[in-house]
């Protein structure tokens, strides 16, 4: 059985756990999730789920428990909004001393979509089919090689994307697929 982790420092983590159970019954592929708050947590699993939230938190969070080594070495790694920005290679509108996994060939621009005021939920076009994207707070996402698959766009703009770099797999999105979709669970499940 798959041991797969969701971050849970701070954010969106229930709504992780209840579409990575849904997706498992979806593929009949049974996970074990794991809630990871320490090292211990982390060690030994086959991928891990960043969810959003705000990433300055998260950082300082994963710092106080020492959570970037176990982390980084994790192969599989899903990140949504505050999680694709911790994934992300770099990053735009950082606060001094935040720090990063900058794992994955893209750049995310923090609250680029405006304010709290400024979140939206939007048809978008994923290659699962159009479902609706939940903004909050968004990054914007943009793929920084051409190893980023593009999963999906709202307008011209990419707002998902997956990266295979040899035997790791990313996975990033600036809306959140945990409140609509089961989807991007299932693509990371089946990994
Ligand atoms: N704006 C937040 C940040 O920069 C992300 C918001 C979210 O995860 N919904 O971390």
């Known amino acids: 059985m798959k041991r797969i982790g969701v971050l849970s420092l701070q954010g969106g983590v229930e709504e992780h756990i209840s579409a990575l159970l849904s997706a498992s019954a979806k593929c009949s592929m049974p996970v074990q999730v794991v809630e990871v708050r320490s090292r211990e947590d982390a060690e030994g699993l086959d991928g891990i789920i960043l969810p959003g939230g705000e990433s300055t938190t998260i950082s300082r969070l994963m710092e106080r428990e020492n ?24 990053v735009e509108g950082a606060v001094a001393g935040q720090r990063f996994l900058s794992l994955m060939d893209i750049t995310a621009s923090r609250n680029a979509y405006g304010s709290q005021l400024a979140s939206f939920e939007a ?17 914007r996402l943009a793929p920084a090689s051409k190893d980023c698959q593009p999963m999906a766009f709202y307008g011209e703009e990419v707002v998902a994307a997956y990266q295979k770099k040899g035997e790791r797999h990313f996975l990033a999105s600036s809306f959140h697929p945990e409140l609509t979709t089961t989807k991007f669970h299932e693509f990371f499940l089946k990994l």
């Not at 192969?75 to 949504?80: A, P």
């Not at 048809?123 to 990054?139: D, E, K, L, W």
């Open 67 to 90: 959570l970037f080594p176990s982390v980084l070495k994790i192969r599989k790694i899903f990140g949504t909004c505050a999680g694709a920005i911790m994934l992300a290679r770099s």
């Open 123 to 139: 048809r978008i076009t994923t290659v699962f089919g159009t479902i609706n994207g939940v903004f909050i707070r968004a990054p």
